[in-house]
């Protein structure tokens, strides 16, 4: 099973909106609705953010918002903060039974 | 408030067994899945596999083989072992707890690294 593919890194400045996409295969992301996105901080472990797609967990900013077209999963940050710079991860369950990860996204707040 | 404490050896030498545990605490052990992901220093995210009380576990075919997930409800404990190591298998391990094809709540993370 492949890993999903994910931009290397997005930038944006304060206050704009920026979008991750995560990108699968038909026996991954274009078949389930069971894809969550993780913030991670250098040297921490990794917190969900996105749940099933588009679900935020209790306490989790509404400026986080999940959708998915297809094969392809998005992730997009209104309102862009400096604590935004982070590294994302996409991940999905498959038709095998396991969960996959993407590269991750490096986000740069300009 | 769930928190998740593992901890096991840091530094493994080649060909030997890792061996971490993740301990459960102020939470529902029973109702979970309970999965092992790790991530090589600079790298991405890597599932290693998952474990429920009643006995169901499934490994990412990566580590099948090596791999045993188990866990001890009456300890509220999840374990992980990998034989064999190499080099390759230099990460950071953490235990997380499952919910909804996704991962709430994560341990501190344990770097494990393999080298004579």
């Known amino acids: 099973q492949s890993a999903l593919t994910q931009p290397a890194s997005v930038s944006g400045s304060p206050g704009q909106s920026i979008t991750i996409s995560c990108t699968g295969t038909s026996s991954d992301v274009g078949h389930y609705n069971h894809v969550s996105w993780h913030q991670q901080y250098p040297g921490k472990a990794p917190k969900l953010i996105i749940s099933e797609v588009n679900i935020r967990p209790s306490g989790v900013s509404n400026r986080f918002s999940g959708s998915k077209s297809g094969n392809t999963a998005s992730l997009t940050i209104s309102g862009l903060q400096a604590d935004d710079e982070a590294d994302y991860f996409c991940?999905?369950?498959?038709?095998?039974?396991?969960?996959?990860f993407g590269p991750g996204t490096k986000v740069t707040v300009l | 408030q769930v928190e998740l404490h593992q901890w096991g050896a840091g530094v493994v030498k080649p060909s030997e067994t890792l061996s971490l545990t993740c301990a459960v605490y102020?939470?529902?052990?029973?109702?979970?899945?309970w999965s092992w992901i790790r991530q090589p220093p600079g790298k991405g995210l890597e599932w290693i596999g998952e474990s429920h009380h009643s006995g169901r576990t499934i490994y990412n075919p990566s580590v099948t083989g090596r791999v045993h997930i188990s866990v001890d409800t009456s300890k509220s404990e999840i374990s992980l072992e990998l034989t064999s190591v190499t080099a390759a298998d230099t990460a950071v391990y953490y235990c997380?707890?499952?919910?909804?094809?996704?991962?709430?709540?994560w341990g501190q993370g344990s770097l494990v690294t393999v080298s004579s």
């Open positions: 991940s999905s369950y498959t038709t095998t039974y396991i969960y996959i």
């Open positions: 997380t707890r499952g919910n909804d094809y996704s991962w709430s709540h």
């Open positions: 102020d939470g529902s052990f029973r109702n979970y899945y």
